[in-house]
């Protein structure tokens, strides 16, 4: 079974601070993994994703994620923070379709990211 | 905006009642996915359609759900005698398989309040 587990359910940060949100996941086969984002009452929006290319995926926004498949970890980064990254950023995971390991995403709890001037 | 709307954005409903959403995916996307959102937590999949196949249901959906996809394009999400416990955001998603990823975008969501 496939599961994600996000570390820290808040993170505080400071404007021009480094942003690092945690994400390790399981997975039985190939993992695909997401991070996306989601603004208060809004849906979600994706950030980036790994598909098993390179191991450093860069998305918009300035985020960016390493897969480290001997940590199980897919961590999100961002060099600098800005007021408008204020929001809540969701890890998932999903099966190789190939394998019929289910085409549902599977989410983490989330991480509020909260940035002060 | 060709994006994946859903309908309406707002609901509240007195417990017992029925209540129907819907969701438009991209023209192009041939899966379409619900989610469900409780506050506080990542959205949990409840059922998903390739075309107009229900393909997997979710233990989340229970017997007074109901989904429908009849032409392969728009879906409605049912909930039968709503409960407290049903109120959420629902979100509907949608993805046009390539490769072998399952990229999927999302619509703003559905809140739904039971009184």
């Known amino acids: 079974a496939q599961s994600v587990t996000q570390l820290g359910s808040h993170v505080s940060v400071s404007e021009g601070a480094l942003v690092l949100l945690r994400c390790n996941y399981s997975s039985s086969v190939p993992p695909y993994l997401f991070w996306y984002v989601q603004y208060p009452n809004q849906g979600l929006q994706l950030l980036l994703k790994y598909t098993s290319a390179a191991t450093l995926v860069k998305g918009i926004n300035g985020f960016e994620a390493e897969f480290k498949k001997s940590e199980t970890s897919f961590h999100l980064t961002k060099p600098s923070a800005h007021m408008s990254d204020a929001a809540e950023y969701f890890c998932a995971v999903s099966g190789d379709l190939g394998n019929q390991a289910g085409t549902a995403l599977i989410f983490g709890k989330g991480t509020t990211l909260s940035v002060s001037s | ?115």
């Open chain 2, 1 to 115: 905006d060709t994006g994946v709307s859903q309908d309406p954005r707002h609901k509240i409903t007195k417990r017992g009642q029925n209540v129907t959403f819907r969701c438009d995916p991209i023209s192009e996307h041939n899966r379409l996915y619900w989610y469900r959102q409780t506050l506080g937590q990542g959205p949990e999949f409840l059922t998903y359609f390739q075309n107009e196949a229900q393909l997997e249901k979710s233990r989340l959906l229970s017997d007074r759900f109901s989904a429908e996809r009849p032409k392969g394009s728009f879906s409605t999400l049912e909930i039968q005698r709503t409960e407290q416990g049903d109120s959420a955001m629902y979100l509907c998603a949608s993805s046009l398989r390539t490769g072998g990823y399952n990229e999927q975008f999302f619509g703003p969501g559905t809140r739904l309040t039971v009184l």
